[in-house]
DNA sequence: CTGAAAGCGCTAACAC
DNA sequence: GTGTTAGCGCTTTCAG
C-alpha cells in the first residue's frame, strides 16, 4: 500500500500517479474531452470508479472558470405548496444533472434578496431560478443580468426566460364559471398588483367580469399572500352582499377558507367559493371546495429544464432560449363550492 | 482609475494593492483575526466595503480546509410541510449565520442518499442537517461519521445530535383522548417500524392503548407516507367496524380525511378522527379535525442551532454538543372531529 | 494525443 | 503586527 496521506480522499494527483500519466490527461479523460486516446481514456475512467474518486466541486469550480457545480433557488417563501413543490422538483432535476442547489428564502425582502444574491455569485453558481421579491432593486437586476437566470412565479421585468402559471385565464375562466351559475355580486381576493402574478390575476378577473357583461367595479381586496391576510380580508368582503368569492393565491384561500366558514353562510347556497392551490388540501372542505389546480411539478419541470438549457447555451456559445414566458395553463376544477345563488 | 481586469470581481490582491499592505493581513483583517492593528483592520474593512467586496466562498473554502461556506441538507421530501416548514426555516437561520444551504432530495432511496451525501462531501460541506432514508447504507453511515451531522424527524442510529418531535407522548395523549370519550374500537393508521419515527409513534400508541386498559391487538396499517397509501389504507381500517381512527403522519392525514369522507361516516357520531400535521389546513375540514400539531419552526430553529454549535464547537475544538435526541413537544389539538361514539 | 506548468482566489505557516 | 510564500485540487493554455 502505497504511503497515501492517511484516510485523505483520492484527488487527480493519485489517479495520475496510480496510472503513470499526467493530471492533465486524468482531468480531460474524467470530463470527457475528445482529446484523449478512447482506451486511456476508459482506463482513467475505470480506475478513477474503482478508487472512489470524486472530483472536489470546490476546486473544479474555482478552476474552470465555467462550471455548473452549483445553482442558486432564490425564492420569499419555502413553506407554502407554490414553491415547496416547485423546490422539490427542481432539486431533483437539477441533481440528476449533477448540479447542486442552494437554497436561499427572502421573505420578500429586496435587501436581502441583493445580500443573498451577492453571496451566491460569490459561490460561482452558474445560474440561478428566481421568484423576485416584490420590489426589485436596481442593483438586483444589474446582477441578474450577468448570468443565466430563470424567473418563477414571478417576473420583475428582467431579459430572461420565465414559467409562470397562465393565471390570467384561469382567473377569467373562474368569473366566468360563477357569472354562468347565475352569480353578479362576486368579490374578488387577490395579491397586490405590484406582484407580477397578482397583476396577471387581475387582469384575468377583470377580463372574465367584461365577458361576462358584469359590473368591473367589483368588492376587491389586494394584500400579501398569507393566510391571516386572506382571513382578514375574506371577513371584511364577505361582510357585503356578494354572493360569490374569489380568490386568486394559495396562502390567502386557506385564510379565505377559514373566513367562509366562520362566517356562517351555507356553501354553496348562500355563498360560492373557488380557492387557488393543491385540490388535496381543499377536497377536505365540506363541500368539497372548487380550486384552480396549478400544476407545480410541471413548472418545476419546465424551469429546470429552462436553466439547464442556458447554461448548456452559455457554455456551447449557442443562443440562449428564448427570453419569453413559459406558461402552464392551470385547471379549474368544479367542486361542491360553487353553485346557482339561492337568493338574489 | 488602474488597469484592473475589466468588469471582473475584485479580490483581496485589488485590496491589498490599493492599501499598500499585504493580502495576508487583508485576509486576517476580513477575518476578524486579533493579529492585526485595530485601525488598520478597520480601515481595511472599510475599504472592502466601499469597493463591494466579497469573498469567494469556493477559494475560502477550498484553501482554508475549514469553512463553513456550506451546509448540506438532505431530506427525503420536500414537498410535505413537515419538511418544507423545516427546510424554510433553517436556509433563513443559516443564511443569517452566512453559511449557504444545499438542498438534497433523496426520495427516501438508500442509494441517492449516498450518491448526494458523496457530492456534498466533494462541495467540503461543513456539516449536514439530515433526515436519513429508511434503511440507510453502511457507507452512508461511515461518511455520516465523519462531519458534524444533525439528524432530523428520523434518526438512523448514528452517534449525532438529533431533533425530533415527541411523537410517542402525543400518540399516547391521542389514545388516552380517545378512550377518555368512550371508544375501545380504535384503528391506527402510521408509518412502517423500519422509520424511526414511525416507531416511536407506534410505541406511542401501544403505550397509550395499555394506559387506558385496552385490547393492544387494535386494527392497524403501517405505510409509506404518501396521501395515497393514507387513502387507501384508511378505507381499509373504515371498513371494520372501528369507532375511531388515529393517524400518525402528515400525508397519510391528508389521504385519511379523504377516506373518512369518502366512507360517508358522520363525524364524529359514526366516526371520531384525529389526524397529525398543520392544523390550518385540517380545520378547513368540517367538523375542524382534531389534529396533534407540531412546531416544525421550532424543530428547525434547534436543529439549526445544534448544527451551528456543533460546527463552532469542531472549530475550537470544543466538545460538541451532547448526542442525545432533542425533542420537541406537539400538541394535540382537539377540535370537532373527536366525540363519544354514538353507537356501541 | 499527452505532459509540464501556470493559475483560480483565498488562507496559513513561516519568517521578519 | 505584517509580509512572503506555499499550497487547497482542479482545469487549461502552451509545448511537444
Excluded: K
Amino acid at each position: 500500500m502505497p504511503a497515501r496521506s492517511r484516510r485523505s480522499t483520492v484527488g487527480v494527483v493519485d489517479l495520475a500517479r496510480e496510472l503513470g500519466v499526467s493530471t492533465a490527461t486524468v482531468s480531460r479523460a474524467l470530463n470527457g474531452s475528445p482529446a484523449v486516446r478512447p482506451e486511456v481514456a476508459e482506463r482513467i475512467r475505470a480506475h478513477a470508479e474503482s478508487r472512489g474518486y470524486v472530483a472536489n466541486r470546490l476546486a473544479r469550480a474555482l478552476s474552470a472558470h465555467t462550471s455548473r457545480a452549483f445553482v442558486g433557488f432564490v425564492i420569499p417563501y419555502v413553506d407554502t405548496p407554490a414553491y415547496s413543490a416547485v423546490a422539490a422538483e427542481c432539486a431533483r432535476l437539477l441533481s440528476a444533472d449533477g448540479t447542486q442547489m442552494i437554497l436561499t428564502i427572502t421573505e420578500n425582502d429586496p435587501e436581502r434578496e441583493l445580500r443573498q444574491l451577492r453571496e451566491l455569485v460569490a459561490s460561482r453558481i452558474a445560474g440561478l431560478v428566481i421568484s423576485p421579491s416584490t420590489y426589485a432593486l436596481d442593483e438586483t437586476r444589474r446582477l441578474l443580468a450577468e448570468l443565466p437566470v430563470v424567473e418563477l412565479h414571478r417576473a420583475s421585468g428582467i431579459e430572461a426566460p420565465g414559467v409562470f402559471s397562465d393565471d390570467e385565464q384561469a382567473m377569467t375562466e373562474s368569473v366566468l364559471h360563477l357569472a354562468a351559475l347565475g352569480h353578479s355580486r362576486i368579490a374578488y381576493l387577490g395579491t397586490p398588483e405590484a406582484l407580477s402574478n397578482g397583476a396577471v390575476r387581475l387582469r384575468g378577473v377583470r377580463r372574465g367580469l367584461e365577458l361576462a357583461g358584469l359590473d368591473p367595479a367589483v368588492p376587491m381586496r389586494l394584500v400579501e399572500p398569507t393566510r391571516e391576510n386572506g382571513r382578514d380580508a375574506a371577513a371584511e368582503l364577505l361582510a357585503g352582499d356578494t354572493t360569490a368569492l374569489l380568490v386568486g393565491g394559495g396562502s390567502l384561500s386557506v385564510g379565505a377558507a377559514a373566513a367562509a366558514r366562520a362566517s356562517g353562510r351555507r356553501i354553496p347556497d348562500e355563498l360560492s367559493l373557488v380557492v387557488y392551490g393543491d385540490p388535496a388540501w381543499f377536497a377536505l372542505a365540506d363541500p368539497p371546495l372548487t380550486t384552480v389546480q396549478v400544476e407545480y411539478a410541471e413548472l418545476a419541470r419546465r424551469a429546470a429544464r429552462l436553466l439547464l438549457d442556458s447554461l448548456d447555451a452559455r457554455h456551447a456559445g449557442t443562443p440562449a432560449p428564448e427570453p419569453g414566458p413559459h406558461l402552464v395553463t392551470p385547471r379549474l376544477r368544479p367542486a361542491g363550492s360553487t353553485g346557482p345563488p339561492l337568493h338574489r
